[in-house]
């Protein structure tokens, strides 16, 4: 049996990752850990109690860096769903893994679907000079852009130089009217709203035609199959993964 903790276990997104760890025939859920009312209100007072192989994070931007820090040096692998980690600190991470040689893997987006959109988005990037996303999520996500818009770029960009290809010189009226410029020129717009969940559209275009590709979330249960996988992925082979897409 594999030995997990869920860290944010009483958040929207833990309380599903609650209930899959338990419907798992191979899974023991041996800590539930919350500051607000869970079983254990850190990592460290967890560990010290209970044994777990794995931990799985659907914390706060503001927290998971350190959550991953405690992890990673005190022989915990660590499963990440939590978005918000800056391109140093994912770097940082990876070196701890193998130094401490202790399994990191971090998914933006834990839903196949929305990993299989990542992957298309990133095949047609070598066909189309001209890109934007849009992402779309409910009014409580506090990063943007989100996790799986950087992680689509990032994809993108390894397959192209630039995405901005016969745009004309642009000067905004509004700051941030043309969204953050990314990766090899990829802009991304992050749209904040109640009635959202989860959503992503990657518009390509070219002379005469467009090209979309689009991804909704309608609730958090299609992430839960992504999340054992991702657990079941660890507890054989280790190591340091970014992204779902890496064992699809």
């Known amino acids: ?9 009483n958040g929207k997104m833990g309380k599903e990752v609650v209930k899959a760890v338990n419907s798992a025939k191979d899974m023991d859920l041996t800590a539930k850990i919350d500051i607000y009312e ?9 560990h010290k109690s209970v044994d777990i192989d794995i931990l799985i994070d659907f ?3 503001s927290s998971i860096y350190n959550n991953a820090l405690y992890c990673l040096s005190n022989g915990i692998n660590i499963v990440i769903g939590t978005t918000g980690l800056k391109d140093e600190q994912i770097d940082e991470l990876k070196a701890l893994s193998s130094k401490n040689n202790t399994a990191c893997f971090i998914a933006p987006n834990f839903s196949t679907g929305a990993v299989l959109m990542m992957m ?6 070598k066909y189309f000079d001209n890109a ?15 996790g799986t818009a950087i992680k689509t770029a990032q994809m993108m960009a390894e397959e192209n130089s630039n995405f901005s290809l016969g745009n004309c010189a642009e000067t905004e009226t509004i700051t941030g009217s043309r969204g953050g410029n990314s990766y090899n020129n990829i802009h991304i717009h992050s749209v904040r709203m109640p009635g ?7 518009i390509f275009g070219s002379m005469g035609q467009t ?18 996988m991702a657990v079941r992925y660890v507890s054989d082979n280790g190591g340091f993964t970014y992204g779902l897409d890496n064992i699809l």
């Open 38 to 46: 869970g079983e254990y209100p850190s990592i460290e007072e967890a």
């Open 211 to 228: 090209l979309t590709i689009r991804h909704d979330s309608t609730n958090r249960e299609c992430y839960m199959p992504g999340v054992l």
């Open 59 to 61: 914390t706060q931007p």
């Open 132 to 146: 934007e996303i849009i992402e779309l999520h409910h009014n409580q996500k506090k990063d943007a852009p989100s």
């Open 196 to 202: 959202y969940m989860a959503s992503q559209e990657v």
């Open 1 to 9: 049996m594999i030995k997990v903790a869920v860290c944010g276990a």
């Open 120 to 125: 298309f988005s990133k095949m047609a990037a």
